[in-house]
């Protein structure tokens, strides 16, 4: 029997196990791409959940964010997209889906998911978090060091898919 608060007497076979992946993916980069593939194999679906975070002032607008995890989704059966303006809580509250996916590289990851898990947790108690750990190749691979790296016109191949370099490079020549 599966077991999640509110639901323990729904069969696991029954109840398809869903999870919500939240970012502000400014671009989506193999980092993320790491992420969702690996929580599409453990869960029935995942949904990535595109947001803004108001400690980032992104480059790419929401539709342009999109469009390019539209790309790189498109290839995953049991991975979909919405877009989210607002706490990630209140989406959590009005969807039957309660786990989120977090991924982890370094130490600050850790600091910065342990707090806003816990300030979450009080707002929404059903919430709960899986935090999936990188490939040890994307460990240091972030939105920020791809959108520098284009900023000065480096090679992007090993981090981001190629239409996500065509757009940032699109963006730079501007
Ligand atoms: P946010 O602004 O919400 O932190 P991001 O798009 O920066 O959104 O990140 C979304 C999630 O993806 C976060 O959990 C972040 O830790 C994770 N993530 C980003 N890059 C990587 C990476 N290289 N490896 C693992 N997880 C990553």
């Not at 790309?71 to 509250?93: A, R």
């Not at 996916?101 to 707002?123: K, V």
Request: aromatic residues 10%; contains cysteine; hydrophobic residues 40%.
């Amino acid at each position: 029997m599966y077991s999640l608060r509110g639901q323990e007497n729904i069969p696991r076979e029954v109840l398809r196990l869903k999870a919500i992946y939240p970012g502000s993916f400014d671009p989506i980069t193999y980092g993320h791409i790491d992420i969702f593939e690996r929580a599409s194999k453990i869960f029935d679906h995942v949904t990535i959940l595109l947001m803004n975070n108001p400690r980032k002032r992104p480059l790419f607008s929401i539709d342009e964010r999109l469009e390019m995890i539209k790309e790189s989704t498109k290839e995953f059966k049991n991975v979909d997209v919405k877009v989210h303006t607002g706490l990630l809580v209140q989406y959590v509250k009005s969807s039957s889906i309660k786990i989120v996916i977090r991924g982890l590289r370094a130490l600050e990851d850790f600091e910065y998911e342990f707090e806003m898990a816990l300030t979450n947790r009080q707002m929404c108690p059903e919430l709960e978090v899986v935090y999936l750990m990188t490939d040890l190749k994307y460990l240091f691979v972030s939105s920020s060091m791809v959108k520098e790296i284009a900023q000065f016109g480096g090679e992007l191949s090993k981090w981001a898919p190629p239409f996500v370099e065509k757009e940032l490079q699109r963006k730079f020549r501007r």
